[in-house]
C-alpha cells in the first residue's frame, strides 16, 4: 500500500471550496436582520431546498462518515440502515410535529414546553440539551473529523481541532442562522457529489464489483438482522421510529431550527420530503465504502484486517487504498464541509437555547435584540472551545457506540414528554416534570439493573423499555392531579384537521408540486430499497 499523499492538486481543492463556504457565509451575515428572529431563525423566510439540504447536511458529520463506516466494515450493510431507515420517522414528524411547530410559531422546543406544560419544563430542557450538546454531540464531531485529517496529513490533532473550531466559528457566530443555512447548503452539494463519486471509483477497484463482494459475503448484504443482533436489529429500529430516531428528527432543536425557519408549512414539508430522497443515496457517502473495505482486506486478502480498536480508521484508508490525485481533494474538501456543517449547526443552536431559554428567562427578561444577539456569540463560542477540549476522550469509547448511546440516553424522557402532551390533553405539569427527572431516573436504573445481571441488551431496545416506562409514570401521575386548562393544552393538541389543512397550501399548486405526490415518490423508492436488500 502507497503512503497516502496530497498532491498540489488536492490542497487547492480543498482550499478553495473550504474558502468558498466561510466567504458564502461571510455574505450571509452581511444580509441578516439583527433581530432575534433574523439572527436566531433566519427571520423564517427559509425555502424547501435549503431547509432540505440543511437537515441532511446537519446530521452528516464525522461521526456519521468515519463512525458509521467503521461499523459498516465490521457489520455489513445492516448499518446503512441508520441512513435509510427515515421514512417512518419522518412520516410521523410531518403528522404529527411539523404542523404543531408552525401553527403556533414556535422558536425553541424549550418554548414549546414552557407554553404546553409550564416554565420548569422548559427549563429541564435547556439545561439538559445543553449539556448533551456540549459533551455528546460535539466531541465526536470534533474529534472524528480531526482524526482522519491528523491520520491523512501526520499534523498534530490538537492544532486539527483547533483550526477546524475557529474556521467554522468566524461565519457561525458572525451570521446565525441564516448562515449556517446557506453554507450547508453548499456543503451537503460537495458532500454528496464527493462521496458518490469516490464510492464509483473505489468499486470499479474490485473485480467483479458490487456482484462479487455479494457472492462472496452473502451474509453482510442484508438489511435485516434478528432480534439478537447487536450492530442493528430491525425489531429495535421499528421501537426506535417512536422514541430515540423521533427525538433526534423532530425534537432535537439543532435539527428542527432548520424546519422552524421555514417560510410555509409547504416549505417545512417540502424540505423534509427533499432531505429523504438525499438519504437515499447518502450510505454510498457514509457507510457503503465500509464493504469494499471490507472485501479488499478481508476477502480479496489485500492487507490486515481492521482489528475493533482500529474500526474508525475505516474512511482514511479508503482514501488511502482508492482515491487517485484530485478525487482526495474533492472528497477532503466534502469531509471538511460536513464537520463545519455539523459544528456550525451545533453551536447556533447552542446559542439560540442559551439566549432565549436561559438568559432571558432568568437572568435578563428585558434584554434587546443586540444583547441577545452577542450572548448567543459568546455561547456559542464558549461550548465550541469546551467541545474541543474533551474531544479526544471520545477515542475511549469510539465515536459510533458514543454518539448512538449518549443520544439515546438523553432523548428518552423528552421523546415520552411530547408524545403524552401532543396526543393527551389530560398531561398535566407534574406529569411532564416526573416524566422529565423520572424519565432518567428510569434509564440509569435500567442500564444498572442489566449491568450487575450481566444482560447485554441492545441500547435501543434499553430505550425503548425506559419511554415505556416513563409514558407510564407520566400518566399516572398526571391522573393524580388537576388537569390542565383546556386553553393550555388545546392548541398543542394533535388534530387530523392539521393534516386536511394542508390541501389548503396544495389546492393551487400543480401536481408535480404537490406534497402528496413526492412523498409517495420517496416511498416508493424507499419500499424498493427495503425489497431488494432486505
Known amino acids: 500500500m502507497e503512503k497516502f499523499h496530497l498532491s498540489l492538486a488536492d490542497i487547492l481543492i480543498v482550499v478553495v471550496e473550504t474558502l468558498l463556504v466561510v466567504v458564502i457565509g461571510l455574505i450571509a451575515a452581511k444580509k441578516i436582520k439583527r433581530t432575534t428572529e433574523g439572527y436566531f431563525l433566519a427571520a ?18 464525522s461521526e456519521q462518515i468515519v463512525g458509521t463506516m467503521g461499523a459498516t466494515y465490521k457489520g455489513g450493510l445492516a448499518i446503512a440502515n441508520w441512513e435509510w431507515w427515515a421514512l417512518p420517522t419522518y412520516l410521523l414528524m410531518m403528522i404529527f410535529f411539523i404542523p404543531m411547530y408552525l ?81 450547508d447548503a453548499i456543503q451537503c452539494l460537495m458532500l454528496i457529489v464527493g ?33 439478537s443482533s447487536q450492530e442493528a436489529p430491525f425489531a429495535g429500529l421499528i421501537l426506535a421510529s417512536f422514541g430515540v430516531f423521533l427525538f433526534y428528527q423532530s425534537s432535537n432543536q439543532v435539527m428542527i431550527q432548520r424546519v422552524l425557519s421555514a417560510r410555509s408549512t409547504w416549505d417545512g414539508m417540502m424540505g423534509i ?28 486478502k489485500q492487507g490486515p484486517s481492521l482489528l ?58 428585558r434584554a434587546g435584540d443586540r444583547e441577545l444577539i452577542i450572548t448567543g456569540q459568546m455561547s456559542g463560542g464558549m461550548a465550541l472551545f469546551i467541545g474541543t477540549l474533551i474531544a479526544p476522550l471520545v477515542a475511549d469509547v469510539g465515536l459510533f457506540k458514543y454518539f448512538q448511546t449518549g443520544v439515546t440516553y438523553m432523548a428518552t424522557p423528552f421523546i415520552a414528554v411530547l408524545l403524552m402532551g401532543l396526543l393527551w390533553k389530560r398531561t398535566t405539569y407534574a406529569g411532564a416534570i416526573a416524566g422529565l427527572i423520572g424519565g432518567v431516573l428510569i434509564q440509569l436504573g435500567l442500564a444498572l439493573l442489566f449491568y450487575m445481571l450481566h444482560i447485554e441488551l441492545n441500547w435501543l431496545y434499553v430505550g425503548a423499555i425506559a419511554e415505556a416506562l416513563t ?9 393524580m392531579t388537576p388537569a390542565p386548562p383546556a386553553a393550555q393544552a388545546e392548541p398543542f393538541l394533535w388534530k ?14 400543480p401536481w408535480f408540486r404537490k406534497i402528496k405526490f413526492w412523498l409517495l415518490i420517496y416511498a416508493l423508492a424507499w419500499c424498493y430499497i427495503y425489497w431488494r436488500f432486505w
Not at 163 to 181: E, F, H, K, R
Not at 195 to 200: E, K, T
Not at 276 to 284: M, S, T
Not at 340 to 353: F, P, R
Open 273 to 300: 420530503i427533499f432531505s429523504g430522497f438525499i438519504n437515499l443515496i447518502r450510505p454510498l457517502v457514509t457507510c457503503l465504502l465500509g464493504l469494499i473495505v471490507y472485501h479488499w482486506l478481508d476477502v480479496m
Open 44 to 61: 423564517g423566510n427559509m425555502p424547501w431546498y435549503l431547509i432540505g439540504a440543511a437537515f441532511v447536511a446537519t446530521s452528516v458529520s
Open 103 to 183: 401553527r403556533n410559531r414556535i422558536v425553541t422546543v424549550p418554548e414549546l414546553l414552557n407554553r404546553r406544560f409550564g416554565p420548569l419544563c422548559g427549563a429541564i430542557y435547556s439545561i439538559v440539551i445543553l449539556i448533551g450538546y456540549i459533551f455528546v454531540f460535539l466531541p465526536p464531531v470534533i474529534y472524528g473529523g480531526s482524526v482522519t485529517i491528523s491520520e491523512l496529513t501526520g499534523w498534530d490533532i490538537r492544532y486539527v481541532m483547533a483550526g477546524i473550531v475557529l474556521l467554522t466559528a468566524s461565519y457561525t457566530l458572525l451570521g446565525g442562522l441564516s448562515s449556517v443555512m446557506w453554507t
Open 471 to 479: 409514558i407510564l409514570l407520566i400518566a399516572v401521575v398526571s391522573l
Open 308 to 365: 475493533p480498536d482500529q474500526q474508525d480508521k475505516t474512511f482514511p484508508l479508503a482514501l488511502e487504498l482508492f482515491a487517485p490525485s484530485g478525487l482526495k481533494g474533492v472528497i477532503l474538501a466534502g469531509f471538511f464541509a460536513a464537520v463545519m456543517s455539523s459544528i456550525s449547526a451545533l453551536a447556533n443552536s447552542i446559542a439560540t437555547i442559551f439566549s432565549l431559554d436561559v438568559y432571558k428567562r432568568f437572568w435578563r427578561k
Open 195 to 227: 462521496g458518490v463519486l469516490f464510492f464509483f471509483v473505489a468499486l470499479d477497484k474490485i473485480p467483479g464489483g458490487w456482484g462479487a463482494m455479494v457472492a462472496a459475503s452473502p451474509e453482510r448484504f442484508h438489511l435485516y438482522m434478528p432480534p
Open 496 to 509: 387530523l384537521a392539521w393534516i386536511r389543512s394542508l390541501n389548503d397550501d396544495d389546492k393551487d399548486r
